[in-house]
């Protein structure tokens, strides 16, 4: 059994070209919340959204050159969880503490995918301040909040994180018997797609390929109005939308941010369940 206590995502990574020409899109469209970044790096911009899981957006250093996505689990106890991975032969890449407090070790998965775990946030003051774009510096004052009232869509929290892999078993192996996740049905017609799912109801997708890009890493957002949402992207003219329903009730929005990068928004309603079931390798079927 894995040592490792998920609690949910506490972040979501996305690599942007510049604050200016994406920001926008998460805090005034998606009504994202701007809040002080706890690390050093200028180029990190921490947004939030309702549930308390942020996106975080991170400015490119190489201009025409996008970063890389990566993907924060929240865990209840770093050490275990650095403990845990390296007992299973997991290399810990880096680790530290950040202004709040907050734990964090990084790791690669077996597709090379950058990924975090951390502990909560807010553990201790820090007195950080930021401006509506995100830029944070040291303060004495109270920790500042951007947040658009009249932003046209309200993203709820993150129902789901997809990274690609290249090998499905050895993935699995990784996600389920070192993190701990569980093998869920997936609720989608594709045998090249499997669903774990997180203590809290959110799920971790992997995508097989043979090479991910801005299209295969991507977080699905649950929204509270799905139809407002997609007559909002609509007028925007984003590029790759897609619309389509999913075999456990819910619909979702698929389209492209200022970057490249995907986004998916979800239906709010109750999904269903009991009427797929899957094998260990996250194959599923009806029933």
């Known amino acids: 059994m894995a040592g490792i206590t998920i609690t949910g995502f506490n972040h979501i990574a996305y690599p942007i070209s510049t604050r200016a020409h994406t920001l926008p899109l998460y805090r005034d469209i998606l009504g994202l919340a701007v809040i002080p970044s706890m690390v050093d790096g200028p180029a990190v911009i921490w947004t939030q959204m309702e549930s308390g899981t942020m996106i975080h957006p991170i400015e490119s250093s190489e201009p025409g050159k996008l970063g890389t996505f990566h993907l924060a689990f929240g865990v209840e106890s770093v050490p275990d969880a650095i403990a845990s991975l390296e007992a299973s032969g997991i290399e810990v890449t880096s680790s530290g503490e950040r202004y709040d407090g907050q734990e964090f070790a990084f790791v690669n998965d077996p597709d090379g995918n950058r990924l975090e775990f951390a502990s909560a946030n807010n ?11 995100g830029v944070t510096t040291n303060g004495d004052g109270p920790a500042s909040r951007h947040q658009k009232s009249d932003a046209p869509i ?3 929290s993150a129902e789901h994180a997809a990274v690609p892999v290249t090998d499905r078993k050895r993935a699995i192996t990784f996600y389920r018997d070192v993190v701990g996740l569980e093998i869920i049905p997936s609720m989608v017609e594709t045998d090249g797609l499997t669903w774990l799912g997180l203590p809290n109801g959110s799920m971790l997708h992997l995508v097989e390929t043979e090479q991910g890009d801005a299209h295969t890493y991507h977080g699905g957002f649950v929204v509270e109005d799905l ?3 997609i007559n909002t992207i ?3 003219d984003a590029e790759n939308i897609n619309i389509g329903d999913r075999l456990d009730g819910r619909r979702a929005l698929h389209f492209d941010d200022p970057d490249g990068n995907h986004v998916e928004l979800v239906s709010n309603n109750p999904a269903r369940s009991g009427h797929r079931v899957a094998d260990e390798w996250g ?5």
Do not use: N
């Open 123 to 133: 553990r201790k003051p820090h007195g950080r301040v930021c401006d509506e774009w």
């Open 283 to 287: 194959y599923t079927k009806d029933i």
């Open 234 to 236: 609509q007028q925007l």
């Open 154 to 156: 309200r993203v709820l």
């Open 227 to 229: 139809d407002g949402a």
